[in-house]
């Protein structure tokens, strides 16, 4: 909020111009304008030629110098979008006639290690440990990257990912044969998915989520210079939020827009909306307590034993509640 408000009026500093009327009027940045991206203290700026950068830059340092601040010079540099540049985890680069943006070599190298580290530490553990631990972890960076091209990666990943599940489940039956090993940890455990090298527990059911399973979901260009510090845009921002897509699977997602995305019980907000994960641990903390605070039940009619169908609900809304329940369980796609 603080550097929101230190930083306003950079965008007229930077030289950034909309249309002046018609219906692209303050939406649409006007023909031969640069552009500016900000995120909290991370700065970009597009332009139509080095020289133009360059003189971005200067009026910048000179509006940023009265407020005490400045360019970090060893983070700041003019690049072409041939070579591309990484931001906030990303890697925007032109391909040809076209530009894409991808998880950047860093972020895939940070989450590749992370996984590596987290098998290694369970070692001598069971799978059920292993998919609790890694199953936020890989939804949480999907969840975060599923806005642009990463279907690939995701895939690459997910081949990474089995090799590693792999390697701990010889090292936890080091005696055992391959074929043992395998139909041992790995199966159709995901009975949506015609997959058969899903790693999972046989005692539970329980499996591992890949990452090629979270839907790639095309972020959406906020409009002009729209703030979500601006009071006049109150509804803008929560519509926009309201149509957001959580990644959680089909069923949960159905079963939410079926319930208007309220608890059957209390009549509350399941979801809450107001404020998105920005990156992926925040996208991994966010699942689990999504997964901990919401319940699919089944009711049954009352004096019968037919059973009606399932309706999700916050745990609280259960515990207290009075109503003939069957034994809940948590949506298999917040696991």
Excluded at 56 to 64: F, I, S
Excluded at 189 to 204: E, I, L, M, P
Excluded at 308 to 332: E, F, I, M, T
């Amino acid at each position: 909020m603080l550097l929101n408000v230190a930083l306003h009026g950079i965008e007229k500093a930077a030289g950034v111009r909309y249309y002046p009327a018609g219906q692209r009027a303050g939406r649409i940045v006007a023909a031969g304008s640069p552009t500016l991206i900000r995120y909290a203290d991370d700065l970009l700026a597009l332009c139509h030629s080095p020289q133009e950068a360059l003189e971005v830059k200067a009026r910048l340092t000179d509006w940023l110098a009265p407020r005490g601040l400045a360019f970090n010079e060893d983070k700041t540099r003019v690049v072409s979008l041939d070579e591309g540049f990484d931001f906030l985890g990303f890697n925007v680069r032109r391909y040809g006639a076209k530009s894409l943006i991808k998880p950047s070599k860093a972020a895939q190298r940070r989450i590749r290690e992370r996984l590596r580290d987290e098998l290694r530490s369970l070692r001598g553990t069971n799978a059920q440990a292993v998919i609790k631990r890694l199953n936020p972890i890989i939804r949480g960076w999907a969840a975060y990257y599923r806005t642009q091209v990463s279907s690939e990666v995701f895939n690459a990943l997910d081949h990474y990912l089995w090799r590693l599940a792999y390697k701990w489940a010889r090292f936890s039956h080091a005696n055992k044969s391959t074929s043992w090993v395998v139909h041992r940890y790995f199966g159709m455990f995901n009975k949506s998915r015609q997959d058969r090298w899903v790693f999972g527990a046989r005692h539970s059911g329980a499996y591992m989520h890949k990452f090629f399973w979270t839907k790639i979901r095309r972020h959406q260009i906020v409009m002009g210079m729209a703030s979500p510090d601006d009071p006049a845009l109150t509804e803008y921002w929560a519509s926009r939020r309201r149509k957001a897509t959580p990644p959680i699977n089909m069923t949960t997602q159905r079963l939410i827009e079926a319930q208007d995305g309220r608890c059957v019980i209390c009549g509350g907000t399941l979801i809450a909306v107001e404020d998105q994960p920005q990156t992926p641990r925040e996208w991994e903390h966010w699942l689990t307590n999504t997964r901990q605070t919401i319940n699919t039940i089944t009711t049954r009619e009352p004096g019968t034993s037919d059973e009606v169908d399932a309706r999700l609900v916050h745990a609280d809304c259960r515990k207290s509640s009075g109503l003939a329940l069957h034994n809940a369980y948590k949506p298999p796609g917040l696991a």
